[in-house]
Structure formats: C-alpha cells, structure tokens
C-alpha cells in the first residue's frame, strides 16, 4: 500500500497518538476512517518494536512502523529486506559510548535500561510485562534527561563519537548519525520508491523534531498544559499547526480535518 498512496500519516506515539496513560480510545476512530481511504499510517515512535507490535495489533495496522527513534524500520510488507531496514547503532555499542562521554563530562548519564522496575514505572507509567517489552531495545539508547547546562558539554561530545541526542518530555535518546526520525521516513520513501509521497507528521516533543521537519503537513499535539516550547522555538522557520486539544483527542481531531479535505479532492 504505502508505494501506491499519495499520502502516508507518520506519528509519533507517547503524547500523540496517546496520552501517558497509554489510551487509545481517542484516536481509533480517526485510524478506522484512514484505512477506509487507505492511507497508510505509520507508527514513528521512540518505542521498542516490541512494544509497538501490540500497539499495532489492537489498531489492527497492517503499514510498516519505524522504531527506537528512527533506528529500525520493521514491517511484514517489507519483503525485499526481510521484514526490516536498520539504520542505527547496536545497543550494546551506544551503552559503551554514553560510558564514555559520561567519564568525559563528569556527569553520570543514567540508562533507561539500567532503572529499577519502580524507577521505571515512576517514569513511564509502565508496568509488569510493559517493563520488558520497554527494554528489548536493540538500536537506540534512552537515558534520564540530564541538566540542561551539561548540554553543551554533551553535544560537543557526541560530534567526536558521531552520535546524536534528542531530547523528549521524559527522557533522552542517544542515536547514531545515521538514524533518526526524518531519516527513517526518507528510507521507507526511498524503499517504496514513493519519492513524491505527502507526508502528514504528527509529534509532541524535541525527539519529533526529525519527524516534522520531513513531513509535508506539520502537526505538533499539545499535552494537557499545552504544546512543547522547545519543539515549537526549533520550528518557528516553518508551517505548522497546533492542535486544539492535548494527545489523542488532538490527533482525532487533526486527522479528522484532514479526512474532509482528503474527500473534497477526490
């Protein structure tokens, strides 16, 4: 489907397609109505593909997802590659880096991974069998978010290690150079040899940042005390909207805007 549609929905998840407490009541209404235009919608998420493979079964999506913030894409329409295109740094290689660049700062950088299970569900929310499916991460490294006056510091440290940080709500993601958001929509477009696709982005936080800047329609979903100041100072040199409402009820109500004027073209 996706080398065929004129218009694919690329959107994020956490804060997005969903508030965190992880309901997706508001959207599915909304996801019904895209795949009855067939449009394909494309989970972009920092989620592990575990995670996201639940997620996908009670959507009941069928397109390509792109995980751990851009570092896989992973689909079972992708059959040329065998079900997925890696486009970032193992696990176990960005665990040695963020060791390395945490000596150098002087600043212990706090894995997700390495949490308690209260810890991580204080954090996330998560709980039980969530926890494990959170850490079967393989291409990205999630760590606490540090203070924000290290962050210089940090940043000219990932240039040597050609790494890069992206910042969400509740935590950082480390990731190599050649994986991220926006890169991984460009792959899945070079993939399905659907270089004139229109993409319609939806993000909440920083880490979306890649997502939205390569999207056609920019759309940022607000939280319940309104959008993400970071995210909207890096895109004051774009077109974008802003959702009417936080999360799900937000992005139903985006898309469903979208759908009318989908259907008043055809």
Not at 123 to 135: A, D, H, I, P, V
Not at 148 to 176: A, T, W
Not at 234 to 249: Q, R, V
């Amino acid at each position: 489907m996706i080398e065929n549609s004129s218009f694919w929905v690329v959107t994020d998840v956490d804060g997005t397609l969903m508030d965190h407490s992880y309901d997706l009541t508001p959207a599915k209404e909304a996801i019904k109505s895209l795949q009855e235009l067939s449009v394909p919608i494309i989970l972009c998420t920092s989620k592990t593909a575990a995670e996201v493979k639940v997620i996908r079964k009670e959507l009941d999506l069928i397109d390509p997802y792109i995980v751990e913030n851009g570092g896989a894409i992973y689909g079972e329409s992708l059959t040329k590659v065998n079900g997925k295109i890696i486009l970032g740094e193992k696990y176990e290689i960005l665990n040695n880096i963020l060791c390395s660049i945490s000596s150098e700062i002087n600043y212990n950088l706090q894995p997700l991974n390495n949490l308690t299970d209260k810890q991580a569900t204080e954090l996330t929310g998560l709980k039980g069998n969530s926890l494990t499916l959170m850490r079967d991460r393989h291409w990205s490294m999630p760590f606490l978010n540090p203070p924000e006056l290290i962050e210089k510091d940090l940043n000219n440290c990932c240039q040597k290690y050609n790494v890069e940080i992206f910042r969400g709500n509740r935590m950082s993601h480390m990731l190599s150079i050649n994986s991220n958001k926006g890169k991984a929509i460009k792959e899945l477009k070079k993939y399905a040899k659907n270089p004139n696709v229109k993409i319609i982005g939806l993000g909440d936080s920083p880490n979306d940042l890649p997502l939205l800047i390569n999207s056609d329609i920019k759309i940022v979903i607000p939280g319940t005390k309104g959008p993400n100041i970071k995210l909207i100072d890096k895109l004051k040199s774009y077109d974008f909207t802003i959702a009417n409402e936080p999360n799900g009820y937000g992005w139903k109500s985006e898309i469903n805007k979208l759908i009318i004027r989908l259907l008043n073209k055809k």
